[in-house]
């Protein structure tokens, strides 16, 4: 018998010590590369050797991309290429804010009404996501923090839409929401009638939003489970003794030590809720009408989607979005910084 497997053993053998050589050989390469270097840049600067190639796949994949798509921004025509775009400066932003009032979309030109009206819809939507996914993430992680039978499971129940992708996720749903979907089906199985939630009165939005709040709630109740384990159980233990309710617990202790946690939270989940596309572009296209189109998809059919693509008003846009998820950082941020310090 060991005559038998005695070939294949070697041949194992060989393409282990093969890859081995090439190893060392790589690492040698490196260690050889790496001391001239520092032989003539000097051990202090060293550093930026280290940091050189994800700077560059920063530059190359982020970075000029940015300064390419504000370019685009400042040209105009149809055509892809920048040499064949006439540079026109700020007429695509001048485009943009092409309105009498700013507040009633109708009152802007085209395709400034779309514009407008897809900032108040992404603005409403932030709020009523961002405040309910806080709120349920908040509860549920508070409930989950207890000891309760079946912990565990719950745990990874909650996690669990986290994992799939969004485009499953607005599937699966949609499937549910038809007019032919199970939620219909259950209505009528009742007695009731077939309800058109993806087509009629504000249900397009009411959806879009639990929709979403059920896709990314596990991850961020799994974040405030983590912040809640972090607090030291002694101080709930001596408020015990001082004869404090589980009330006064949560507002004395618990929501202060983890307002940290809630602001990591409500940062990551503010500039994913402004960046929402995937979900509602699969869920309800934008529509009905415009009922449901936000910042990113105002983008994608405007340079995209179009019979004609209007690719500097769209990067127009972007820049537009893009300013703003600046200033809305740098105001939490700021928030955080002067709660820390309080």
Not at 93 to 101: G, K, Y
């Amino acid at each position: 018998m060991s005559t038998e497997y005695q070939p294949q053993r070697t041949i194992r053998e060989t393409v282990s010590y093969l890859a081995y050589l090439v190893w060392s050989g790589f690492m040698n390469t490196i260690e050889v590369v790496a001391e001239a270097i520092q032989h003539r840049v000097g051990i202090d600067r060293m550093g930026y050797f280290f940091v050189l190639p994800n700077m560059l796949i920063f530059g190359i994949f982020v970075l000029f991309p940015m300064l390419l798509n504000f370019y685009y921004a400042l040209t105009g025509g149809t055509n892809l290429f920048l040499n064949e775009r006439p540079f026109v400066g700020m007429q695509n932003f001048n485009t943009l804010f092409d309105c009498h009032n700013f507040f009633e979309p109708n009152s802007c030109n085209v395709p400034a009404d779309i514009f407008w009206r897809a900032i108040f819809n992404t603005v409403l939507f932030v709020i009523l996501q961002v405040g309910g996914m806080v709120l349920l993430s908040l509860v549920t992680a508070l409930v989950l923090n207890r000891k309760i039978v079946g912990r565990g499971f719950f745990r990874s129940v909650f996690f669990y839409p986290v994992l799939l992708s969004p485009v499953v996720v607005a599937l699966a749903w949609k499937w549910i929401l038809q007019r032919e979907g199970l939620l219909n089906a259950l209505i009528e199985s009742f007695g009731g009638e077939k309800i058109l939630f993806l087509l009629n009165g504000n249900w397009p939005m009411f959806w879009v939003i639990i929709v979403s709040i059920w896709a990314t709630m596990g991850f961020y109740t799994l974040i405030l489970l983590a912040g809640l384990q972090s607090i030291p159980s002694d101080l709930y233990e001596a408020s015990a003794i001082d004869g404090a309710n589980e009330f006064s617990n949560f507002r004395f202790i618990t929501l202060p030590l983890l307002m940290p946690t809630m602001f990591v939270v409500l940062v990551l989940s503010m500039i994913r809720a402004v960046q929402v596309f995937d979900q509602v572009f699969v869920l309800t296209g934008g529509g009905p009408g415009t009922a449901t189109t936000f910042m990113v998809q105002f983008i994608y059919d405007t340079g995209f989607s179009n019979q004609i693509q209007i690719f500097g008003l769209a990067s127009a846009a972007s820049v537009v979005l893009g300013i703003a998820l600046l200033i809305l950082t740098l105001i939490q941020l700021r928030m955080g910084r002067e709660s820390s310090m309080v």
